[in-house]
């Protein structure tokens, strides 16, 4: 069992900074990628940014690149900084993780931006940028 657990997420004005964090514990003996998604009521859940787990190529939606950064640490962390925020990133931010044996046996094309590209998920972290 994999768990996934956000942590970081609040409330910001525009202009402003956050850094989310993704803790992975559990039966994991390599990962093949780590990604954030985020969700707004109503709306289906849109790709941010991933990272490959051993290459550390990174991924991100047009709309956060040269403001949004993944990295990962040796704790099995991933981080997401988010700069220069906008009212429009308001929403849960989630994280998941595939990992290098996948549920489904066959890993993910890159880019990992699709939600069937991952196995496990966070709660989730609400992110509320105000203007």
């Known amino acids: 069992q994999v768990q996934l657990v956000e942590s970081g997420g609040g409330s910001v004005q525009v202009g402003g900074s956050l850094r989310l964090s993704c803790a992975a514990s559990?039966?994991?003996?390599?990962?093949?990628?780590v990604g954030w998604f985020r969700q707004v009521p109503g709306k289906e859940r849109d790709f941010v940014a991933a990272?490959?787990?051993?290459?550390?190529?990174t991924y991100y939606a047009d709309f956060v690149k040269g403001r949004f950064t993944i990295s990962r640490d040796n704790d099995k962390n991933t981080h997401l900084q988010m700069n220069s925020l906008k009212p429009e990133d308001t929403a849960i931010y989630s994280c998941?993780?595939?990992?290098?044996?996948?549920?489904?046996?066959?890993?993910?094309?890159?880019?990992?931006?699709?939600?069937?590209?991952?196995?496990?998920w966070g709660q989730g972290t609400q992110v509320t940028v105000s203007s």
């Open positions: 559990g039966r994991i003996f390599s990962s093949y990628a």
């Open positions: 990272i490959n787990w051993s290459t550390g190529t």
């Open positions: 998941a993780l595939v990992l290098s044996t996948p549920c489904g046996g066959v890993l993910p094309p890159p880019p990992p931006n699709s939600t069937d590209d991952y196995d496990y």
